[in-house]
């Protein structure tokens, strides 16, 4: 009788510990979720840009995808990631914000698609000019090889930042060059006065400070201490 009673009582603890497991798992949450636009993942806990719609909250690796998501919902939660090849990276201004210039040493950023690539271990690279491109895929290799000046970022000449000449939304022609700007806000403070921009002098401000006179709005710049 004594061991009946023993066997069940171990048996009872037995089960309330798999009810105890199956409960924490059913609360549990997971840590990431896939950005609608690109299809990066994003860390929830951190995610700095997030949208609600419908009643679901959707999370996003950068200003620029989570304004393309809010500009077309419907669009990319139909087709998830569709907007990985540039159309949902800041309107193709810039390579998925800034967050690219945070990266890990051994990340960089495809400068076609956008996405992060491991340098230890990448298949595909290009050099251009002296520097080093990766690649996700031999496609984007392609495309890269056959006009490599088209998809070279070139510099916001008043902030710094990388600048995604395909599709760039702000660009101002000066003395028979063609420069680039991260937002409009940058490009206005370059008209008013290139020369000091492009004084060899001047040192185009990293993300952390904030140039000189200039009111940049871009996503990087809008975080700059003033």
Known sequence: ?????????????????LVLALS????QTPDTAKDPVCGMSVKIATAKY??????????????GCKTSFDKEPDKYLANPGSGKM?????????????EAQAQAPDTATDPICGMSVKI???????????????????????????????????????CG??????????????????????CENCK???????????DKKYVPKPPDEKPDGASCSCAACAAIKK
Do not use: W
Not at 1 to 12: D, S, V
Not at 50 to 61: H, I, L, Q, V
Not at 130 to 147: H, L, N, P, R, V
């Open 1 to 17: 009788m004594n061991r009946t009673i023993k066997g069940l009582a171990l048996a009872a603890v037995a089960v309330f510990a």
């Open 24 to 27: 924490a798992l059913q609360t």
């Open 50 to 63: 997030t949208s609600e719609y419908k009643g679901a909250k959707y999370y996003f690796c950068s200003e």
């Open 86 to 98: 540039g159309g949902g990276m800041g309107g193709g201004m810039m390579m998925h914000s800034h």
């Open 120 to 158: 230890s271990t990448a298949k595909f690279m290009s050099e251009h000019k002296g520097a080093k491109y990766y690649f996700c895929s031999a496609g984007c290799k392609t495309t890269f090889d056959k006009e490599p000046e088209k998809y070279v970022p070139a510099k916001c000449p008043v």
């Open 161 to 182: 930042m990388d600048v995604k000449k395909d599709g760039a939304q702000f660009t101002y022609d000066y003395k028979g060059a063609k420069y680039y700007f991260c």
């Open 188 to 198: 206005t403070e370059f008209t008013k006065n290139p020369e000091k921009y492009l």
